[in-house]
T-cell receptor, first 115, second 113 residues
Framework: EPEVTQTPSHQVTQMGQEVILRCVPI?????FYWYRQILGQKVEFLVS????????KSEIFDDQFSVERPDGSNFTLKIRSTKLEDSAMYFC?????????????FGSGTRLTVV | DQQVKQNSPSLSVQEGRISILNCDYT??????FLWYKKYPAEGPTFLIS?????DKNEDGRFTVFLNKSAKHLSLHIVPSQPGDSAVYFC????????????FGAGTQVVVTP
């Protein structure tokens, strides 16, 4: 069964450093998303992306965050200057259509630890 | 921002019996509701969805019921199997913003032999 692949599975970074989280969505999917889950809290929407531009973003997704689809297969989330509160599990998801009845396929996540 | 609530943090059920998971919501603009299952160290896995124009959707062992007037939905798993032990998330989205899922806090289900 096709999978959404995320790398790395765990990243530790120092506060103030830039990090790039990588995702390879399912090949025929056209809609891409990033979510995060802070330990002990709910899964939260960050951003949706379609046709090489952001469709929607949450209040969390401020100027420190950016997304890119650099080469037609990867989908990346960049955090420019990490803060302690950015420590979370980050999930990438993709969908063939932006319709809930198709479901959204999530990757296994990248655990980001900011120290 | 508690638009989607799962008030039961855990549920223990015997193998072969029915598991019933509940979810309440406050946003009347929600148009679609989804259930996800999550194992440790994995991402959420889509189980089943229901549109706000329906009151029931069934897929194999999983049935979701929606009561719009009560702003309540439930997931029934029959029969429960040991592999069903996981955290179950209810999620919802508004029309024209379907990819922006609002998740509940999750319910940990443990299926005992």
């Amino acid at each position: 069964e096709p999978e959404v692949t995320q790398t790395p599975s765990h990243q530790v970074t120092q506060m103030g450093q830039e990090v790039i989280l990588r995702c390879v969505p399912i090949s025929n999917h056209l809609y891409f998303y990033w979510y995060r889950q802070i330990l002990g809290q709910k899964v939260e929407f960050l951003v949706s992306f379609y046709n090489n531009e952001i469709s929607e973003k949450s209040e969390i997704f401020d100027d420190q965050f950016s997304v890119e689809r650099p080469d037609g297969s990867n989908f990346t989330l960049k955090i420019r200057s990490t803060k302690l509160e950015d420590s979370a599990m980050y999930f990438c998801a993709s969908s063939v259509r932006d319709r809930p009845n198709y479901g959204y396929t999530f990757g296994s996540g990248t655990r980001l630890t900011v120290v | 921002d508690q638009q989607v609530k799962q008030n039961s943090p855990s549920l223990s059920v015997q193998e072969g019996r029915i598991s019933i998971l509940n979810c309440d919501y406050t946003n009347s603009m929600f148009d679609y509701f989804l259930w996800y299952k999550k194992y440790p160290a994995e991402g959420p896995t889509f189980l089943i969805s229901i549109s706000s124009i329906k009151d029931k959707n069934e897929d194999g062992r999983f049935t979701v019921f929606l009561n719009k007037s009560a702003k309540h939905l439930s997931l029934h798993i029959v029969p429960s199997q040991p592999g069903d032990s996981a955290v179950y998330f209810c999620a919802a989205s508004e029309e024209d913003s379907w990819g922006k899922l609002q998740f509940g806090a999750g319910t940990q289900v443990v299926v005992t032999p």
